[in-house]
């Protein structure tokens, strides 16, 4: 053991010596940004509560991986969390050449065991805003996130100007351990999560600490005076904004400043000037701002809860204009957001946002497959559970990627699940006559390079007069949105108003309350991808489906994705026919990786 520990040393010089390597080349050449990052809980007052929260290096949310197109990164993730594993995606990279390192637990890898590293590897091949978060049961609510920023590469500029460029991590925050919202949802009687007690932005939120011990809210602990934003009067600020949330829909707002909307999941949007920006969990936007106001004093930056009836406090900021204290309270009463259920506007922005003149990808004309997906809130057995036509998703314990990569049978059901729901007959504004649901592994297999259309469309949960928000996200890919409408999706009446001229492309895409989303992607990923809602806690109620496509062309999955379910045994079965006598588990194994790693470096 001592030698190990004093080799993983003997490792990180070899690592930094490979950064440095990396940065004595030329600026043009793409480069590896190699990144160390211990995962560990700790406890910090992110909203003036002391809680447990997960830490990246001792951050909460985690440090920004800022690259340029091209690069290669590559993370080495210590699990430091002492009994819990974790598994870290990476939303947004698409992953191609590199689906094993998607980061889906129990989907493209088997999670990172406590004590363990574990290697990510990809390349970033696009500009553009994206995040990182954990993929590992409910874990993203304990803050394990982080921003990911992709620039263009030198000599290619943007399609707008400004001076500054900053980031913003917007997040809900609960006081309930992650372990408390599992252990609810799944017992009967059900327990619902509620509503967060706080919303975060950059980490930073108040909790009324009114009536609590000062040891465990403290109000004065600088760990929770609001964030702020410094800016220089007349100058323009390029916002990148990421929704982390667990379960609330937001509205950004900056107090007297109007926004232009430029660019959304990655993708330059025909720009268009707003007072606040809907956002849903899983989505990035940037926004352009200008310092244009009265600069002898400062304004507020707030979130609010939409498309859910708020029980949570709105979370502030501050909107510092230099040189005035970026802690002086701003002399008004902080905006208070648009209404909650104002739908119309909601849906308005969805309608709004385009690809940029310029910049169009147009999507293929026709599609070859067509999967429509009911959205119900049900019950088996008497638990509560989301279900996509009558079918819930449970993961099996064996990694999709790695069953169907060395042919492994019995790890999921192989018949297809439904491709559609008994639309005729089914009232999307009515609780269901019976809410009886199916749990199943099994999943979607496309033909590779084919071009899917995807309806989702929303109805009724199992409570009367109520419909709910859910921000799809898809991995692997990214799709055209061709479509939004309200009520009930009619092939012969909306296919025909789908917008192929210059549809927006994006990764996370909102299904309204009571309507539909129409989406087009092309297969031509080889790997197995997860889609799913990005409420943490619908997607814990198996809320989720799986599409495989291409999967005997993805190459050698490394060996550190394997270890649990029936991987367990190839692992066993590659090193008995080695040298290697001795049981390695996955930190010797990657251990060794990183040596053959970096004999090439
Ligand atoms: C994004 O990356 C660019 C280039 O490295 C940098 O100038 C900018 O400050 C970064 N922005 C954020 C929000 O991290
Ligand atoms: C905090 O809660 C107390 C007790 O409920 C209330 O009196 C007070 O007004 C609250 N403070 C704020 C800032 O909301
Ligand atoms: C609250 O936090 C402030 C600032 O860190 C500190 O000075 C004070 O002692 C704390 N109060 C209590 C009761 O812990
Ligand atoms: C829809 O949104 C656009 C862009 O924010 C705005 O200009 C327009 O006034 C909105 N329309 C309605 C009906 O709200
Ligand atoms: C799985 O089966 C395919 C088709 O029969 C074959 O080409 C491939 O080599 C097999 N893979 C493994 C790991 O056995
Ligand atoms: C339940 O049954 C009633 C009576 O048959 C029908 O009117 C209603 O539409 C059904 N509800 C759903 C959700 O299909
Ligand atoms: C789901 O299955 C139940 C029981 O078979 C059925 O009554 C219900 O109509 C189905 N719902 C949908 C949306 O297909
Ligand atoms: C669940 O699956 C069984 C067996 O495949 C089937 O008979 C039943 O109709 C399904 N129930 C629902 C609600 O889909
Ligand atoms: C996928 O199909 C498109 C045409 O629809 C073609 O241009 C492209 O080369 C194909 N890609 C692969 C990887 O086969
Ligand atoms: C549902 O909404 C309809 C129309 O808005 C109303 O008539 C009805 O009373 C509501 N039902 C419940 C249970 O709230
Ligand atoms: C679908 O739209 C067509 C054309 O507008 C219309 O004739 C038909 O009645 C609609 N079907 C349903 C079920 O609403
Ligand atoms: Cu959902």
Known sequence: MVGILHCQGLVIMLLVTCIFIALTTGPAAAIERHYIWEVSYQYKSLDCCKKLAIAINGLTPGPTISAVHGDTIVVDVINNLLMENVAIHWHGIRQRGTPWSDGADGVTQCAIMPGETYRYTFVADRAGTYMYHSHYGMQKEAGLYGMINVSLPLGVSEPF??????????????????????????????????????????????????????????????????????????KTYRLRLASLTSLSSLSFQIEDHEMTVVEADGHYVEPFVT??????????????????????????????????????????AIF??????????????????????????????????????????????????????????????????????????????????????????????????????????????????????????????????????IILQNANSMRANCSEVHPWHLHGHDFWVLGYGEGKFNSSRDIEKYNLVDPIMKNTVPLHPYGWTALRF????????????????????????????????VGIIPMSNYGCGKTKSLIKRSFDNGFFKYRLNKFMIHFLNTLVKHTQC
């Open 275 to 316: 007072k606040n920006l809907y956002i849903y969990s899983g989505e990035t936007y940037s926004v352009l701002v200008t310092a244009n106001k009265d600069p002898s004093r400062n304004y507020w930056t707030s979130i609010n809860v939409v498309a859910r009836k708020p029980k949570t406090p709105n979370g502030l």
């Open 161 to 234: 100007n400004y001076d500054f460029d900053r980031g913003i991590i917007l997040s809900d925050w609960y006081h309930h351990t992650s372990y408390e919202q599992a252990t609810g949802l799944s017992s009967i009687p059900f327990e619902w999560i509620g509503e967060p007690q706080s919303l975060l932005i950059n980490g930073r939120g108040n909790y009324n600490c009114s009536g609590l011990a000062p040891s465990v809210c403290n109000s004065t602990n600088p760990q929770c005076s609001p964030s702020t934003l410094t800016v220089i009067s007349g």
């Open 320 to 453: 510092n204009y230099y040189p005035n204290h970026f802690h002086e309270f701003p002399p008004t009463n902080p905006p208070p957001g648009p209404l909650w259920n104002d739908i119309q506007s909601q849906m308005n922005q969805s309608l709004t946002i385009k690809a940029r003149q310029g910049f169009i990808v147009s999507p293929p004309k026709k599609s070859d497959r067509v999967i429509v997906l009911l959205n119900t809130q049900n019950k088996i057995n008497g638990y509560v559970r989301w279900s996509l036509n009558n079918v819930s998703h449970s993961l099996p314990s064996t990694p999709y990627l790695i069953a169907l990569r060395d042919n492994m049978t019995d790890v999921f059901d192989p018949t297809p699940p439904p491709e559609d729901y008994d639309s005729e007959n089914y009232d999307i504004y009515s609780v269901s006559n019976n809410t009886n649901a199916n749990s199943s592994t099994s999943i979607y297999r496309l033909q590779f390079n084919s071009t899917v259309d």
């Open 522 to 553: 092309q297969a031509d990923n080889p790997g197995v991808w997860l889609f799913h809602c990005h409420i943490e806690a619908h997607l814990f109620l198996g809320m989720l489906v799986v599409f495989e496509s291409g999967v005997e062309k």
